[in-house]
Structure formats: structure tokens, C-alpha cells
């Protein structure tokens, strides 16, 4: 059976002990040694060879490839970055190393630079469980967990380790001058590198290669009723349904909501496994998205029965959520909490083979999601306008913020969530795409793609077709007008069954809650209030927390911006509780000192 994608190593002559400690802690045995030499050690599960022209070239994805893909062919890393969504290592014959990122970035890859080498590992808690110096928060990454879900620009919980942008790389070169150089780019590195006493010199190089996803302008004019003649919709889903038959690791096992894109992949790969004669081993996945109803799995249950397949449906225990929000915290590096909920159908997927297809993606890019309001661009607003009214809407959560930290904290949250945002979105300001990218960078990608990344991700390899390049460039070339409110998708999902249509979302059909959320009850609002108070994290509280009882709690978790702000101060105080020991400023003050 395959494994999920656990990737570490270093460019640079290393200590190879930390590597040793890396893949350890990734649970990595002694065969997973992919390459091992004086300035590249390369070590996982979900790395594959591909055919390079000079040198050598690694690749890996939350879903890696077949290298057949190119059969024998070489390509350069970006074409392959491009054409497979994948990252990936290159080892040229000059002894050049780059580390690169994927187009859509989905793939975490982060790094460390330091004494002359460049440190990477697909799961952040790989590199700050195993560093050799103190650990500093990371303030500005945490003021933006807190005010919109996950670190932006780039930032992780601690400074000098970073998240490679999509495109992104670090290129080593032994034997130049010391330093670091390149163009700044989105979430540019920000570290410099000196090669330590009695060492080879290096020169380390960070570069933004072209995101091509940038270039894709809409056709100016292009109506929905001209997307309708000219076949981009079933162009669209033709390249949807290849991405899907792409995948080599079955069975698949689609996640399937109450959505539209989890009933697209769903019936694509329902058709893929009927024409190979495999559709009896199909398996669609549910559970509840804990937002008081079961919705999710009724929605779900129609499609799948309409498709011939067999449900699971898993259900979280009242009684499990605190194990689940540790265990969700831990496999995002404490980054982020959208999808708690995920955790006990993550637990079952562990045990099965194939890969699992996740719809990351479809609600931005094929749903026109988190575009700018009809009515705001009336007035032809401005760049700048345009800018702010995204940041409000992104960083929805700072509303809560000021209501349940201490002034003073607030203001320094909402200070460093800000200026981070803006480095992403001031260079989309007036892009044709703007609100659509910058939403991507900022929500999706840094938050979002957690679920399928890194929690499914971790037990399983997990596809996210609508991230390959061919679906989001077609996508991409419909103008937001044509893709609006999701006006779109009826279209796509006939493409796929012409019933897909007429069976609405668990969304439009939302009505009263039938039942508490797991994550609003008095006894999680008790959990919660423990862990926040009885940590550094309490530092930060308002007086409302504060002298709040649980029940005072437990109303905060019932509305979202509270939610978010308590589930924000849970990952710090987790964080903090299982790194303190080696965290240099043991107050954590800088967290809200401006």
C-alpha cells in the first residue's frame, strides 16, 4: 500500500544527525534515504524520480505522479511545477541544488535557512521540533492566526522558517561567495546564509520562477451564455476528468459532501472505475462539517446513491473533540483549525488504500468565490479601495479580535495581520484577477488547503484535481461576472451527471440547527477556557474571556468571529505547551508589544 508524502533533507553539507531527527519524528525508516551525499541528503515516502536532461530530479505532491507521465522525456523543474502540480528537488551536474514548490504551492514545503544550508521538510513541526537554536514566535504569523485562521506572506509559528510561495526556490551553489540573493517575490525568504567555520562557501539563491496562474486573464465580454457555446465547460471538464484518470494509487477514495465539487470528483471517478470494471471498489467518504445539522450526509447519501456507490458515513464523538483539535493542530503545525471536524474520518482513511480526491479549490476559482462586490465596483473604485474592502472581508475574524483580546493586544493583532495581507494584496491591486488571487494567497492556500494537505494528507495520498494547472487556467479565462455566486456550476456539474444539477447543496438547504456543534458545547467551552487561561495565551485575553464563565465561552463559540478567535488562542497555547521548554522569550510579550 503507498504511503502518504513525508519529505525532509537539506541542501548543504548538514548535520546529517538532524536529518536522522527529521525523519524520525516523520516516522521514516533507514530505507527511506532517497539521496544521500556531502551537500544532499533527501529522505521520505511519496518522493519519485522523474527523467532529468543533466543531474538528477526528485518529485513529490500530497498525490505524486507517475513519472511515466513525461515517459522519457526530461523536462525543467518548472515545466514539470507546471504540467504535475508537483515539488520537488534537482541535483544538476555542476553539484547546483534547487528545492522548488509546486504551481498551485497545496504541497506545504518549508525551510530553514541557516550556517550555510538550506533545511526543508514537507511538515513544519519537522523542523521546529529538531532546531538547534531557540525557538522566537513568529508575531506576525500568530496575529494572523488569529484575525484570519493562518499565517500570510509566507510566515510560519516561528521566524526563520518559512513556506515556500507557488513557483518558489532555493537554489544552492558550493564553492561562490557567501550570501543571499534572488528577487523578493511573493513570501519571499527573508533569512540570509553564511557558511559555518571550516566549510565549503555557498552561495544560497531564492527566485520566484513565473506563477503562470498570474498571466490568465479573463476574455473581456465572455458571458456565461458564450461559455455555453463555445464548450468551455465541457472543455473543463474534460480536463478535470484526465486529472482524475491520472491518478495511478487506487482505489479512490473521493471525500463526498454536501457540496458541488465533492459530487463532481465523486461521479467522475464513478465513471473512471465503471469503464475499468473497478466501480464495486468505489467508496465515498461523509461526515459532518459540525455546523449543527446532517445535511452533509443526506446531500450525500442522494449522490451517492445516484451514482451506485457505497457511503461511509464517519461521525465525531462529543466526547473526542479536545483529542481532535490536538491531533488537527499538531498535523497542521498549529497553523490552522478551519476543519476539526475532519479529524475522525482522517483516522479511518489511514487504514485504506488508493488516494483520496479532495475538491480543494472549486469554490474560488470554479465558483467565482471571494470576488469583489457587484455594487463596490460600480463606483470604479480605486486600487487602494479595492485593496481595503479585501482586507476587511479576509480578515473578517479581526471584528472579535478587538472584542475579546486586550486593547492594546488587538491593536498590535490587527497592526501585523494587516501589513501582511497587504504585501499580497497590493501587487493584485487592479489585476483582472485580483480578489480571486489574492483570496488564494492569503485564505486558501496558507489556511484551506490544510484539510486536504496536510490532515488527509498526512494519512493518505490526497489528489486535489481542480489545483492542476489545466482546470484553474481555463477557469481563470471566464470572467468573474460568467462565475459569480457560483453561476457556473450548474453547468459543470451537468457536464458531469445532468442530475447533479437539480439535487441542491446541504448550503441551500441550511436551515435551523438541528442539534449543538461539537465544537459549541458547555463541556468543549470548558476545555477551551482551560487551555487558554492556564497557558501564556491568557496574556492576550480580554475582559470578557476573562471573568467570563463557561457558558460566557460557550456563546462566543456559537458565532463564528468568536469561534475563530478562541480556536486561534487554543493553537497558541497548544503550540506553547509542547515548545516552551526551547522558547527564547519564555512571556511571549512580543506576541502584542508593537
Not at 530 to 541: C, F, I, K, T, Y
Request: negative net charge; aromatic residues 6%.
Amino acid at each position: 500500500m503507498s504511503e502518504a508524502t513525508r519529505v525532509c533533507g537539506v541542501l548543504g553539507a548538514g548535520d546529517p544527525a538532524r536529518v536522522r531527527a527529521m525523519a524520525e519524528f516523520l516516522g521514516l525508516g533507514t530505507d527511506a534515504a532517497v539521496h544521500q551525499s556531502l551537500h544532499l541528503r533527501l529522505v521520505g515516502a511519496g518522493i519519485v524520480r522523474r527523467p532529468a536532461a543533466e543531474g538528477q530530479a526528485w518529485m513529490f505532491s500530497t498525490a505524486t505522479p507517475s513519472p511515466h507521465r513525461w515517459a522519457t522525456a526530461p523536462v525543467p523543474w518548472q515545466q514539470a511545477a507546471r504540467d504535475a502540480d508537483v515539488a520537488g528537488v534537482v541535483l544538476s551536474p555542476e553539484g547546483r541544488l534547487t528545492l522548488h514548490a509546486s504551481i498551485s504551492g497545496v504541497q506545504p514545503l518549508y525551510v530553514q535557512i541557516l550556517d550555510g544550508a538550506v533545511w526543508f521538510s514537507t511538515h513544519l513541526e519537522a523542523l521546529v521540533r529538531t532546531a538547534s537554536t531557540a525557538l522566537r514566535p513568529d508575531a506576525s504569523a500568530w496575529a494572523a492566526i488569529l484575525g484570519a485562521g493562518a499565517p500570510m506572506a509566507g510566515r510560519t509559528t516561528v521566524e526563520g522558517v518559512r513556506r515556500l510561495a507557488p513557483m518558489e526556490s532555493v537554489t544552492v551553489d558550493v564553492g561562490g561567495d557567501a550570501g543571499i540573493g534572488g528577487d523578493a517575490g511573493i513570501g519571499a525568504l527573508g533569512d540570509s546564509a553564511e557558511a559555518p567555520g571550516g566549510q565549503p562557501q555557498v552561495r544560497i539563491r531564492r527566485e520566484q520562477a513565473g506563477w503562470e496562474w498570474e498571466d490568465v486573464l479573463p476574455e473581456p465580454g465572455l458571458s456565461l451564455e458564450q461559455v455555453r457555446r463555445r464548450g468551455f465547460t465541457e472543455e473543463t471538464i474534460g480536463a478535470l476528468r484526465a486529472q482524475v484518470a491520472a491518478i495511478a494509487d487506487a482505489p479512490w477514495q473521493p471525500m463526498l459532501s454536501g457540496g458541488r465539487d465533492s459530487r463532481m470528483l465523486a461521479g467522475l471517478a464513478a465513471q473512471l472505475a465503471a469503464e475499468s470494471g473497478g466501480a464495486g471498489r468505489l467508496s465515498a467518504w461523509s461526515t459532518s462539517s459540525d455546523i449543527g445539522h446532517t445535511l452533509e450526509e443526506l446531500t450525500g447519501a442522494r449522490i451517492a446513491r445516484l451514482l451506485g456507490v457505497e457511503q461511509r458515513i464517519v461521525t465525531g464523538r462529543q466526547d473526542g473533540f479536545a483529542a481532535d483539535f490536538l491531533d488537527y493542530a499538531r498535523a497542521t503545525g498549529f497553523q490552522a483549525s478551519f476543519h476539526v471536524w475532519l479529524m475522525p474520518v482522517a483516522r479511518q482513511l489511514a487504514a485504506q488504500p488508493g488516494t483520496v480526491l479532495d475538491g480543494l479549490g472549486g469554490g474560488i476559482f470554479l465558483g467565482g468565490g471571494f470576488a469583489d462586490e457587484a455594487a463596490l465596483l460600480a463606483r470604479r473604485p480605486t486600487g487602494a479601495q479595492l485593496v481595503e474592502d479585501r482586507f476587511a472581508r479576509a480578515c473578517k475574524y479581526l471584528g472579535a479580535v478587538h472584542q475579546l483580546l486586550r486593547p492594546e493586544a488587538a491593536e498590535v493583532v490587527t497592526a501585523r495581520a494587516r501589513e501582511d495581507f497587504m504585501q499580497t494584496a497590493e501587487r493584485y491591486a487592479e489585476h483582472p484577477q485580483g480578489a480571486t488571487l489574492t483570496a488564494y494567497l492569503t485564505r486558501t492556500l496558507p489556511g484551506i488547503s490544510m484539510a486536504p494537505a496536510a490532515v488527509l494528507g498526512s494519512v493518505r495520498p490526497t489528489a486535489v484535481p481542480i489545483m492542476s494547472h489545466e482546470v484553474v487556467s481555463r477557469a481563470l479565462s471566464v470572467p468573474h461576472e460568467a462565475r459569480r455566486d457560483g453561476a457556473w456550476y450548474p453547468d459543470l456539474m451537468a457536464a458531469v451527471h445532468p442530475q447533479f444539477r437539480e439535487i441542491p447543496t446541504a448550503a441551500d438547504l441550511t436551515g435551523v440547527r438541528q442539534h449543538k456543534r461539537r465544537g459549541a458545547t458547555i463541556e468543549t467551552a470548558r476545555w477551551y477556557r482551560g487551555v487558554v487561561m492556564d497557558s501564556p495565551a491568557a496574556q492576550l485575553v480580554g475582559s470578557r474571556l476573562v471573568e467570563g464563565s463557561a457558558g460566557d465561552w460557550q456563546r462566543q463559540l456559537e458565532v463564528t468571529g468568536g469561534q475563530h478567535v478562541i480556536r486561534g488562542l487554543a493553537l497558541l497555547a497548544l503550540w506553547w505547551g509542547e515548545h516552551h521548554s526551547r522558547v527564547a522569550d519564555a512571556d511571549l510579550s512580543e506576541l502584542w508589544n508593537g
